[in-house]
């Protein structure tokens, strides 16, 4: 689904990441954990084709992002959902349709969706402030509203990049038993964390892997976990 | 088809997909103010154009097929010779009617410079003959030896020196109607093409969100094409509706076809400024679609 081989990444003369390989199988459950600034929001950026690999290959659905072309891209992302750390919106839509907006720009408006997007809204407990401008939300419901978005398409990959930071511990795993029925459902998940606490609770749900980038590397995490 | 479906597409819209870029900025204003300015415009250089060749063509027709024979003598030559030429002209194949103005006549062409008492009886003031040609013509240079010999003051003067440079004239003013009016299509592109960047420049965040969650360049670009097209269209209906009223209330061509007089549109050349919206709208719509899909381009 998601194959990262022999990959590097670096920002001038810095290397960030190296000789790094990873599978995201499909139906996988993956943890992605390291210390700020050890390159995880990179990781995850280089497996949405936001940034382009100094060397080695990144394959997204089977194709090479070298070469795919920005149609190709956008059709990619359009089957995976995305968390971004910043949790960017469209300040002048309401709430509800910058959760919608990936539904929008697939061509996708039917009841169906209409239903689902109510849905979602409700589980992520931001039902009352649909009609808020996300200028006007906290940073919590922001991160939540981000987690919407990502997965109101049913996607097949779900990249979240701290999705629980701002959010409180109930919240959290209410976001994290999201994530664990969508895996259930078939769905690869890779979630990037530096909350050990919610790594922990989601191994008592799911069967997940753990990885730790140190020194621009990726390695399985040790049984600390 | 497809294409014809795709501008049916743009025409009706997607009201979602609109809405994801922001109505605001400078952008809108300047784009309906350009577009009316034009389309303005365009109708008078359409008027203009319209008009010249219209002129070209009556210059062309009236003065084709007429010509005129003057005739300077002592006054009391001036009979015998006028009937002279009146007798050549009879026996010249090619000439269809030939007639010596009356003096009421000569006075009203003399009118406009000497006022109306002018006393034609006491000055010595040339005979003039109209000659109307058939539509084969005369031989010109015979008829001027027959003319030498028979009637030597009479002068034939078959308008071909000044109607020659007026046609032309004309001819080429109507030209610089059609590259005026091909100028200000230019300018109208030129102008929307930098009002489209500089509404992509100001939306590089929104774009990025969009393309973040999936979206083609064909559909970002659609929003922004969408939107100018519509304000060029409006913009240009507007200046167009108003460039016609001008031109409705311009003064009318007189008899006498003074040529500013005559500047205008008639009969069926009324619809002609209608195709200026469309037009200003299709500038438009490849104007903001090259000027999108170059910025999108060039955007990381």
């Given at each position: ?8 990444y670096?920002y001038g ?16 459950f993956h ?17 949405y084709?936001?940034?382009?690999a ?39 839509l309401?709430l ?8 929008t ?14 849905e979602l ?5 931001l ?26 398409t049913d996607?097949e990959?779900v ?9 409180d ?14 895996n ?8 990037a ?6 790594i ?14 140190a ?8 049984s600390?976990? | 088809m ?10 009706q ?9 922001p ?8 784009t309906l ?17 319209l008009?010249a ?32 030429v ?20 000569q006075r ?5 410079w000497?006022?109306?008492d ?7 003031i ?24 028979e ?15 007026l ?14 009016l091909?100028?200000?299509?230019a ?11 500089s ?6 965040r929104?774009i ?33 509706g ?9 003064p ?7 040529f500013?007089?005559?500047?205008g ?9 209608l195709?200026?919206?469309?037009l200003a ?20």
């Amino acid at each position: 689904m998601i194959d990262l081989a022999e990959v590097a990444y670096g920002y001038g003369n810095t290397t960030l990441l190296s000789e790094l390989t990873l599978r995201l199988a499909p139906g996988s459950f993956h943890f992605l954990t390291g210390p700020s600034g050890s390159g995880k929001t990179t990781l995850l950026k280089l497996c949405y084709a936001d940034l382009t690999a100094s060397a080695g290959k990144v394959s997204l659905f089977g194709q090479d992002t070298a070469t795919m072309t920005r149609d190709q891209i956008a059709r990619a992302r359009q089957r995976m959902g995305v968390v971004h750390q910043d949790c960017e919106f469209l300040d002048h839509l309401p709430l509800y349709e910058n959760v919608a907006l990936p539904l929008t720009v697939a061509g996708r408006s039917g009841d169906d969706e209409a239903g689902n997007l109510e849905e979602l809204m409700g589980w992520v407990g931001l039902a009352a402030r649909r009609e808020a401008l996300p200028p006007e939300l906290s940073g919590g419901e922001r991160q939540r509203a981000a987690l919407a978005r990502a997965v109101i398409t049913d996607p097949e990959v779900v990249l979240a990049d701290e999705p629980t930071g701002n959010v409180d511990w109930e919240m959290s795993l209410r976001l994290l038993q999201l994530l664990v029925e969508l895996n259930r459902m078939g769905k690869t998940i890779l979630v990037a964390t530096h909350d050990l606490a919610l790594i922990r609770a989601a191994k008592t749900h799911v069967s997940a892997r753990v990885l730790r980038i140190a020194k621009g590397r990726l390695q399985l995490a040790g049984s600390d976990l | 088809m497809t294409r014809l479906r795709q501008i049916l597409a743009l025409i009706q819209g997607d009201a979602q997909a609109d809405r994801v870029v922001p109505r605001r900025g400078h952008s809108v204003r300047l784009t309906l103010f350009t577009s009316g300015a034009m389309a303005f415009l365009a109708v008078f250089a359409l008027a203009l154009s319209l008009a010249a060749g219209r002129l070209a063509d009556r210059w062309s027709e009236a003065l084709a097929r007429s010509s005129t024979i003057r005739i300077s003598a002592p006054m009391a030559e001036l009979e015998p010779q006028t009937w002279a030429v009146l007798e050549v002209l009879e026996q010249t194949p090619g000439v269809e009617s030939a007639r010596a103005l009356t003096d009421e006549e000569q006075r009203a062409l003399l009118e406009p410079w000497f006022g109306p008492d002018l006393p034609l009886e006491d000055l010595p003031i040339p005979r003039l003959v109209e000659v109307i040609e058939t539509p084969e013509g005369y031989d010109s240079e015979g008829l001027r030896q027959r003319l030498a010999a028979e009637a030597p003051g009479a002068v034939l003067d078959d308008h071909t020196r000044w109607r020659r440079p007026l046609v032309r004239a004309a001819g080429r003013l109507r030209m610089l109607g059609w590259v005026s009016l091909g100028l200000i299509l230019a300018s109208t592109g030129a102008m929307i093409t930098l009002a489209a960047q500089s509404a992509l420049a100001s939306n590089t965040r929104v774009i990025r969100v969009l393309r973040l969650v999936g979206a083609r360049d064909v559909y970002i670009a659609r929003a922004f094409v969408r939107r100018f097209t519509i304000r060029a269209l409006s913009g240009a209906a507007l200046g167009a509706g108003l460039g016609m009223i001008a031109i409705a209330f311009l003064p009318r061509a007189s008899e006498q076809g003074a040529f500013l007089t005559g500047l205008g549109f008639a009969g069926w050349h009324w619809l002609w400024p209608l195709v200026v919206p469309p037009l200003a709208a299709f500038t438009a719509f490849w104007a903001t679609r090259a000027a999108a899909f170059r910025t999108l381009r060039r955007m990381p």
